[in-house]
């Protein structure tokens, strides 16, 4: 409407003409308000009572859910590319749709996933389940490292939180889903007991590391960590590290004292590329962690499973897995 | 005595090969800088220096993104962005604020488009803190022969044109009376600015270099009567202020407990700044002007420099 005033507007009066550019700009900025507002009310509620819809917001959560959760569940996930860096994530439109018809959502915490807590008050939601694993495991927010997933500890009480928010959603099928955590608490005991064999068997070990993303791993598995932490955060953050650390890095492969480079695939940059040359240059095996589940081919109990026969195979065969 | 030294050089300083390659990257992007800033300022282009800094902050960005070494995409598109800004007209004083402004809107805008697909595209979490605010403890001893090489060309290219552009600096229009192609040596200077730019974009970031390029210069402008002198205390100004910011850098890291540095460029920068605002005060401007004493105060001073 507003075109096609244009053409016959040019031989009206200058005030005329400015009245109607004027009420064009008014109607365009009224579309697009009311564009906002459908936009903002969930589409999915017609959707089918039998399935719920949840997000795990890193791939890691996403996995255990779809574990827990079945059939009953239709899970996606948001951090999923093992390609970029989870830190410097936007939000894109759709996954803000995605999130508003959402049931269920797991994440991180710890200023991890702050995007999430945006998207979620923009669309308030008084009926949707939030699972906050930083919460769950009783964590304060100056928790530095937030890479949770990667403490053993984690997924068991977060897969316990799953079945029981699941359970609330869908009584019933709570059997179901207690069935399902019964079931994956079970399908962790490998992982647990590689973790606990090598601590027992390689005590003393040391690593060294550019990121703290492995670090709750490693710990588990008795490994000292080397690496400052702050030299970690600078690099988790993207700042750079002073040049104290960064030649103390060095020298723990130049020296020998660490013996396996966990390398975070995920945070790559010329300066940890030069740090992972210096491992290599030196003979020190590296190991390649992630942020996200390295994806396809694994679930979250074999990719642990996996970091952790790398590791072993880096300390006891000198042998790197840059990828898993 | 061997307390006060470690308490100015804490450990390790001298050892430590971040620290020795950052010196010398730094130290000669600020000569270079340094040499360059003394035409910029006096041509009165410190405008179209900043606006260098954001192209090349936009080829750094670009570099970074196809995964070639940004030193590669500062001073390759910072070359490009000189040309294109001569073409549109830097050399007039009367619009050219306007076609630097349109450049340097442009280029940011690049920069912005460049960075974000480094950072959803790959793994790299720094890279918009690395090109705007510089990362010279991380610079590799393997850029170096680089940085030497392209210091070399922007020095000889204006060392090549040393009397015609010091004539055009201070009156295009008596250069053009004179006979000197005003065009060619502008196009010479716009290159090493170019070059000059992408080095302090390497050593303090894209958007800093202006600091590197004008600070020491107009400093040393301040101080100073003669064109020579300007050019050689310039040169130690921005080549002090460098290394001293590294050494700050450097101690930061023992200031707080959890050993946290804080970044080297803030304290090269605002070295630069302190000296700009010394070199204000009175009795430095008396000092200067006494060494001078012979010489009659000069009805302008651009015109009392060339006469030097």
Known sequence: MVFTAGR???????????????????????????????????????????????????????????????????????????????????????????????????????????????????????????????????????????????????????????????SALQPAHKTY?????????????????????????????????????????????????????????????????????ISLENGFFAQHTAKVFAYNQQVVDALTTSIRQAAQRAGIPVVGVYETMPTPGYRYQSWMLAEVHAIQKAVVSKISTQRL | MHQLWTWVFEPGFFSSAPVRVAAVTGGVAAVVSA?????????????????????????????????????????????????????????RVRGRDLAT?????????????????????????????QILFGS????????????????????????AV????????????LAAARGVPVRLVGLLYMLALAVSVGLSSLA??????TALLIGPAATALRLTRTVGWALAVACLLGAGATWLGILLAYDSYYWSAAHQGLPVSFFIVAVIFAGYLFSGFPAARAAAGRRDAAVPPPASPAHEKIAA
């Open chain 1, 8 to 166: 016959p507007a040019a031989r009206r009066s200058p005030r005329r003409r400015k009245a109607l550019v004027l009420a064009g700009a008014a109607a365009a900025l009224a579309v697009a308000a009311a564009g906002c507002g459908t936009s903002a009310t969930p589409a999915a509620s017609a959707k089918s009572t039998t399935v719920i819809n949840a997000i795990g917001a890193e791939n890691e959560y996403a996995n255990v859910l779809a574990q827990i959760g079945g059939k009953y569940v239709h899970v996606s996930s948001i951090l999923n590319n093992p390609a970029t860096d989870p830190h410097t994530y936007e939000s894109s439109p759709s996954v803000a749709q995605e999130v508003s018809s959402a049931q269920l959502i797991v994440q991180n915490g710890v200023g991890y996933d702050t995007f999430m807590n945006k998207m979620e008050s923009a669309s308030p939601n008084a009926s949707r389940k939030l699972i906050v694993v930083q919460h769950v495991l009783g964590l304060p927010d100056s928790t530095a490292n937030p890479h949770l997933w990667y403490d053993p500890k984690t997924m068991p009480a977060v897969a316990k939180a799953m079945a029981a928010e699941l």
């Open chain 2, 204 to 209: 303090v970031g894209a958007i800093l270099s």
């Open chain 1, 177 to 245: 889903f207690q069935a399902n955590l019964k079931a994956f608490d079970a399908s962790l005991a490998p992982l647990n007991s590689a973790i606990a064999q090598f601590k027992a068997k390689y005590p003393g070990t040391t690593a060294a590391t550019t990121e703290p993303v492995a670090d709750y791993l490693l710990q588990a598995m008795g490994i000292k960590n080397l690496t400052p932490f702050s030299f970690q955060a600078d690099i988790m953050n993207g700042v750079d590290p002073s040049p104290q650390d």
């Open chain 2, 162 to 173: 040393w009397r015609p552009l010091l004539l055009s600096s201070v009156s295009p229009d």
């Open chain 2, 101 to 129: 402004g349109i450049v340097l809107g442009a280029a940011i805008g690049l920069s912005a488009l460049f960075l974000y697909l480094t950072s959803v595209s790959g793994a790299t979490t720094g890279a918009p803190a």
């Open chain 2, 136 to 159: 010279i403890f991380t610079i590799t001893s393997a850029t170096i022969p680089a940085v030497v090489i392209l210091s070399v060309i922007a020095v000889a290219s204006i060392a």
């Open chain 2, 35 to 91: 040499v360059t800033g003394v035409f910029t300022v006096m041509r009165g282009q410190s405008f179209g220096g900043h606006a260098l800094g954001d192209v090349s902050a936009a080829g750094g960005s670009g570099a970074l993104l196809v995964g070639l070494n940004p030193l590669l995409g500062f001073v390759g598109l910072g070359i490009i962005g000189a040309g294109v800004m001569d073409t549109i007209g830097v050399r």
